[in-house]
């Protein structure tokens, strides 16, 4: 069982991560504002089980990834941006 003060600690991560990548209310839309690329790597990282077709979020988190040389592509995917 985890301790109340690392139950606090997620919460207030989680609602960290919320505000700064995630669009009001609409977490697989595109974000409200650009990414920074420490931004777009969280978003990418929480959005790791979404599809690409369906997520714009995960997609816009890539393009910033890809534009700034941290992702590099498979080929297959590359007309999906």
């Not at 985890?2 to 595109?30: C, G, N, T």
């Amino acid at each position: 069982m985890i301790s109340h003060d690392l139950a606090q600690h997620i919460v207030a991560v989680e609602a960290f991560l919320d505000r700064e990548i995630l669009a009001e209310d609409r977490p697989h839309e595109k974000p409200d504002s650009a990414f920074s690329i420490a931004g777009a790597h969280r978003a990418w990282q929480r959005h790791k089980g979404c599809d690409l077709d369906a997520c714009a979020c995960k997609r816009t988190a890539m393009r910033v990834l890809v534009d700034a040389k941290k992702l590099v592509l498979d080929a297959r995917i590359e007309g999906k941006l």
